[in-house]
């Protein structure tokens, strides 16, 4: 009998694991990841502002310098005043980095946090696709998003873009099991990280207030 590509595609899918494809999956995030991060540092083609080895993005500075000045002073304010229209995510992740190391060494444990999240992005994406292709399909789906690196660059930048891309994709990957299955998957699996991200919003919210009141 004369092999086709179904037979090859199947016994390739009986290899390739769920384990053995989340490890390729994370060493292809970590390669990419580590590549750029090494490159920007030998020829600096972002701007050079950085903390050792962590880079300032174009607005990065209004996202971490209030939850640094929250810590610091008790203050969700930027250095010349108070902010309410900057992302408040970061201080769940990046504010208790701050608080425990420091801003030099808290900066850069950050940009390696953000690589989770990433790889975390990349195996949801697998699963996701996994719903609706083969397992084969869905590893390729993912190794290119994997591969790509503009995302994955904002990392270690500072930048809201990986936080997010995970957050959004979680939800809707938790949204999707819980309407295929109501069974098996709570509702409140896809509506955590919302309103984890919304009760520290509402910390640096009266953080402001305070700010104000003293005023």
């Not at 930027?78 to 990046?94: H, K, V």
């Not at 425990?100 to 900066?107: H, I, T, Y």
């Not at 069974?183 to 953080?207: A, N």
């Amino acid at each position: 009998m004369i092999p086709t590509i179904n037979t090859y595609l199947k016994r390739d899918e009986h290899y390739l694991s769920y384990k053995r494809i989340f490890i390729i999956l994370s060493l292809v995030n970590s390669a990419v990841f580590f590549t750029f991060w090494f490159l920007e540092l030998q020829f600096g083609f972002r701007p050079e502002e950085r903390v050792g080895w962590f880079f300032y993005g174009n607005d990065a500075h209004s996202y971490l310098d209030p939850i640094e000045n929250l810590i610091s002073n008790g203050t969700y304010a930027m250095n010349s005043g108070p902010t309410a229209f900057r992302m408040p995510g970061f201080l769940p992740f990046y504010g208790p980095l701050y608080f425990l190391f420091g801003k030099s060494l808290g900066l850069n444990l950050f940009a390696l946090l953000n690589l989770v999240f990433h790889i975390g992005t990349t195996a949801i994406v697998f699963r996701l696709s996994h719903r609706f292709v083969s397992k084969i399909m869905a590893f390729a789906l993912a190794f290119g998003f994997a591969l790509y690196p503009r995302l994955t660059m904002y990392g270690y930048m500072g930048m809201s873009e990986v936080l997010a891309t995970f957050a959004m994709i979680f939800c809707v990957y938790q949204l999707l099991l819980w309407k295929s299955d109501k069974k098996r998957v709570e509702p409140y699996g896809y509506l955590f990280l919302p309103r984890f991200l919304c009760c520290s919003s509402l910390l640096e919210f009266f953080s402001s207030l305070h700010w104000v009141w003293d005023c």
